[in-house]
């Protein structure tokens, strides 16, 4: 099964500092038939006005991934982190039993992100944030992991989140093709950052998701120079 969804036919929120696109419900868009895809329950496609942001506010129970598209965010929280995470690269969140964050575009440009949720191994526990930079140019041509829940991935330099979950970042030139082997009862969720490419042959533009489930593989080409990523997880056992 793929299931694509247009970047335009994603719920858009105005809040004039923020325009907010939602691949599932999220705040003021409430659709039963889009709660999340398995495990994932929030994909937010925000861009951020020049020096505005989310002020002080709370999260519970919930792995939160930021890949940042373009420009910078800056967070806060209320256990001592601080930290500006540009374009590019990654930041996590484990929400826990409880913490209190801001993130702020202290820039004097736009800031564009996608914000993922993603439901925890298991409840409870410390709260924690992590950040790291991700060279565009390290993943060229290859799938890189940014953030996983599995201790190898973890060695190798991804990102910890507390979830049986991957998510994967790659750029391509334009002509080229990976593939990937998706792991057995695995949700995938692929978004498109910038450029055109074909997923098994269906063509997704920037921005345009493709919802996968019940696939062995992917065979992913590049129609332009392009960025994507997914993430590939699995619902928590009991």
Do not use: C
């Not at 890949?67 to 500006?84: C, F, K, L, Q, W």
């Not at 979830?163 to 593939?179: E, F, H, K, N, P």
Request: aromatic share 8%.
């Amino acid at each position: 099964m793929m299931e694509k969804r247009e970047f335009k036919d994603l719920a858009h929120v105005d809040h004039d500092w923020l325009q907010a696109r939602h691949h599932f419900s999220f705040g003021k868009y409430w659709d039963p038939a889009r709660m999340g895809f398995g495990p994932i329950r929030v994909w937010n496609d925000d861009e951020i006005k020049p020096k505005t942001g989310f002020p002080m506010h709370g999260h519970k129970d919930m792995e939160i991934i930021t890949y940042v598209r373009d420009g910078a965010i800056t967070h806060r929280d209320n256990i001592g982190n601080e930290g500006r995470t540009e374009a590019g690269d990654v930041q996590v969140m484990s929400a826990g039993t409880g913490v209190m964050h801001s993130e702020y575009n202290l820039e004097d440009e736009q800031t564009r992100l996608f914000q993922i949720w993603i439901e925890p191994r298991a409840a409870g526990g410390a709260p924690r944030w992590d950040a790291k930079a991700f060279p565009r140019g390290d993943r060229s041509g290859q799938l890189e992991i940014l953030a996983s829940g599995f201790e190898e991935d973890i060695k190798g330099g991804a990102l910890m989140i507390g979830a049986d979950a991957r998510l994967y970042g790659a750029t391509l030139s334009a002509g080229t093709t990976i593939a990937h082997r998706i792991a057995d009862g695995a949700h995938v969720y692929l978004v498109g950052s910038t450029g055109r490419i074909r997923v098994n042959g269906e063509r997704v533009g920037p921005r345009d998701s493709l919802a996968i489930r019940d696939v062995a593989s992917l065979k992913i080409e590049a129609i332009d120079a392009a960025e994507f990523v997914f993430v590939e997880a699995w619902e928590p056992q009991d």
